[in-house]
């Protein structure tokens, strides 16, 4: 007997960083086929970067996503002075923590706001949500603007800073200018605690329940934040940063630009804001901690959905981490910028932790040039699982209405917050 | 009576996203609202359509795949004005840096044997498929970048290009000179201003992000004495330039003409 497929595609997921699309086959008994495809064009960054300068190297990571090119700047370079055996000083540790800190404030109340909220609210584009949803736009373009503003003044600007550089800063703003951040950020927290607020009382569909292996970077002095040397799983293993090619194992598939990672080789895992909170919310402080405990049961690692929610619980937290981050470097004020670096030959492997998830930039460096580069991004990590609850999703929804199940399925990958243009250009060693 | 909104599409090709972020991080958007109707614009509209008529098309990206090279075509056909934004659509990205190695040698380096379904093809600027009206420059273009041409366009003029080079905007801010003080590679003198010396303000050499400028307004024979005096060699220069010009046929003889005379 003839079997007839109806496939209901996603040609483009709109509301997401790159462009992807969702593939459902439906035959007569169910569910045949989900494919995530991937069709943004390859950019190959580690292959045009291999043998050229280091710091011009350097400038070109962060391209590789704008949603996160702080994050790309800051692990790239963390990654290079590994490289060359140089450890920046405390102070200008936390500042970096700080420019990361706005890229996390900036692009999470971005993904929260214009990206997610509209699905729930009923439109097709925040655009529309002006009229009847002036406050919470408001909120959206205070909170982006902030973090925005932070990477100004620490990075240059909000997307593609130049001035995160081996060894420190090219130049670090005034005095004046950090307790003003400070003060502006101490404004911004009830408006990051009303995001929270708001995003509790949203569905976490149930479709897509199951268990999920979370990873996420063990963080620095054991506080919830964004730099870390080693992987921690949610079974409890952990690994230390250098061996993630062992634990973290790529594969090419056929319909996608982008490869899937796989835990050991064998499993799918989600890394992101829920996967930080399920390994490390013992690491919160503050506010955030509060608002943790008195909202425990929603915080349900099975569903990816609750990463929206956590991401909310963070910006609250980072806003508030951000003014302690200053206050320590205010506290060893004046502070030198930058430190010379000596460009010797060696290997570093840097992992932090970028708004969507894990990060990671392995380096080599030979005679001042780059010999080995290989990158990975969250969402090159995230694409296996993502993959795995939109087929959910689709066994539960396959015989609604076309367009319901479209938009569930995007709502799926929306709530993953994926970058997809930087999925795609994953190295080969 | 009501005037008739200006139908206004944003496309993406291959790229990090950046200019469109930072076209819908402008709050003046806003304001544009009332006067335009977004037809196409993915990253914040579902109900985008790519295929229809538009009066202004920013494409975003470099045509790095088959499906682009098509979509860049039907771009031109349904817009009445096609504006390239940023370096990936005007000059080719940073992923065009490399220009001695083939698709294949790169596909192989980062793919290995592994087939995918779509076609890549080598990056470049969208006016190796089309033709392009006007261009935004910059990795990403700044803000201010963007209102003059919207403004322009949505009075009925025409945006003018810039013809001087950043080291003017960096003179007149008053930073001192990277070059000349700190002998680093700065590429203010040979890339096209309108960032406000953005990096060296910084106190970081410039990377040459909006690209070559266009004109022979460098001030090539104090500059060549410079670069030399600094110790640094026309190819050296070049390898720089190349990051955001890979594909500028007039970028060899612009560096050449800098050295002219020079002996190294």
Not at chain 2, 11 to 17: D, F, G, H, I, W
Request: charged share 30%; aromatic share 10%; net charge negative.
């Amino acid at each position: 007997m003839k079997e007839i497929y109806l496939p209901i595609t996603v040609d483009h997921i709109a509301r997401v960083e790159g462009k992807g699309g969702v593939e459902i086959v439906v035959g007569d008994d169910g569910v045949k086929e989900v494919r995530l495809n991937i069709i943004e064009g390859p950019r190959f960054f580690e292959a045009i970067t291999v043998g050229k300068k280091l710091e011009e190297a350097l400038a070109v990571y962060p391209r590789i996503c704008s949603f996160c090119s702080a994050a790309h700047k800051l692990t790239a370079v963390e990654a290079a002075e590994k490289a060359v055996g140089f450890e920046p000083r405390e102070e200008i540790q936390a500042l970096r923590e700080v420019l990361y800190i706005g890229d996390m404030i900036e692009s999470h109340a971005l993904h929260l706001y214009l990206l997610v909220l509209p699905d729930y609210l009923g439109y097709s584009s925040p655009l529309k949500m002006v009229e009847e949803y002036r406050k919470e736009i408001n909120i959206a373009l205070e909170l982006k603007n902030l973090g925005g503003w932070m990477m100004d003044e620490l990075g240059s600007r909000a997307i593609h800073q130049e001035n995160a550089v081996l060894g420190g800063f090219g130049k670090l703003p005034g005095k004046g200018t950090l307790e003003l951040m400070k003060k502006r950020l101490a404004e911004a927290l009830p408006k990051a605690e009303y995001t929270f607020e708001l995003f509790t009382k949203l569905e976490q569909y149930a479709e897509v329940e199951g268990p999920i292996i979370h990873m996420a970077v063990r963080p620095r002095n054991d506080v919830y934040g964004i730099y870390g040397d080693a992987i921690s799983v949610s079974d409890g293993f952990e690994f230390p940063s250098e061996d993630y090619k062992k634990h973290m194992v790529e594969r090419v598939v056929e319909h996608s630009f982008a490869k899937h990672s796989f835990y050991n080789g064998e499993k799918p895992f989600m890394t992101g804001a829920i996967s930080r909170l399920t390994n490390h919310a013992d690491k919160l402080y503050g506010r955030a901690k509060e608002l943790y405990e008195s909202h425990r049961e929603l915080f349900r690692p099975t569903n990816p959905f609750t990463n929206n929610l956590a991401q909310a619980l963070e910006l609250v937290y980072f806003t508030e981490r951000a003014m302690d981050l200053i206050d320590e470097a205010l506290a060893r004020w004046p502070v030198r910028p930058r430190d010379e670096v000596e460009v010797r030959d060696g290997f570093g492997v840097a992992t932090t932790e970028a708004p969507r998830g894990i990060l990671v930039y392995a380096l080599g460096v030979k005679d001042g040039r780059v010999s080995h580069a290989d990158i990975i991004t969250p969402t090159a990590f995230n694409l296996a699982m993502m993959e795995e609850h939109v087929r959910m999703m689709a066994e539960k929804h396959y015989n609604d209405e076309p367009e319901r199940l479209k938009l569930l399925a995007e709502m799926v990958v929306r709530a993953y917050d994926p970058c997809i243009s930087c999925s795609v250009h994953v190295a080969r060693l | 009576m009501e005037k008739e909104k200006v139908r206004i599409g944003f496309y993406a090709l291959t790229s990090c996203y950046g200019c469109q972020l930072q076209f819908a991080m402008m709050d003046e958007i806003l304001q544009l609202i009332p006067r335009a109707e977004i037809v196409c614009w993915y990253m914040i509209e579902r109900d985008s359509y790519e295929d229809e008529p538009v009066d202004i098309a920013f494409i975003e990206g470099s045509v790095s795949t088959e499906e682009e090279a098509e979509l860049v075509k039907r771009i031109r056909e349904n817009a009445k004005v096609v504006v390239a934004v940023g370096a990936c659509a005007t000059q080719g990205g940073v992923q065009s840096w490399e220009q001695e190695k083939s698709l294949e040698e790169l596909w192989k380096a980062v793919y290995g044997d592994a087939k995918v379904k779509f076609q890549p093809k080598l990056a470049k600027p969208v006016d190796e498929y089309i033709k392009v009206d006007y261009r935004i420059y910059g990795c990403p273009p700044e803000k201010r970048d963007f209102l003059y041409a919207l403004g322009t366009f949505l009075v009925g003029s025409w945006p003018e290009d810039i013809d001087y080079p950043v080291c003017v905007e960096c003179r007149l801010k008053g930073n001192s000179c990277i070059l000349i003080e700190k002998g680093e590679p700065c590429l203010g003198p040979l890339t096209r201003a309108g960032c406000d010396a953005r990096c060296p303000g910084f106190g970081v050499a410039c990377i040459g992000c909006r690209g070559a400028i266009d004109y022979d307004v460098a001030w090539f024979d104090s500059l060549a004495r410079t670069f030399r005096e600094k110790g640094l060699t026309k190819e050296e220069i070049l390898q720089r330039m190349k990051i955001f010009n890979g594909h500028n046929p007039r970028l060899e003889e612009m560096v050449e003409k800098v050295f002219q005379g020079v002996e190294e």
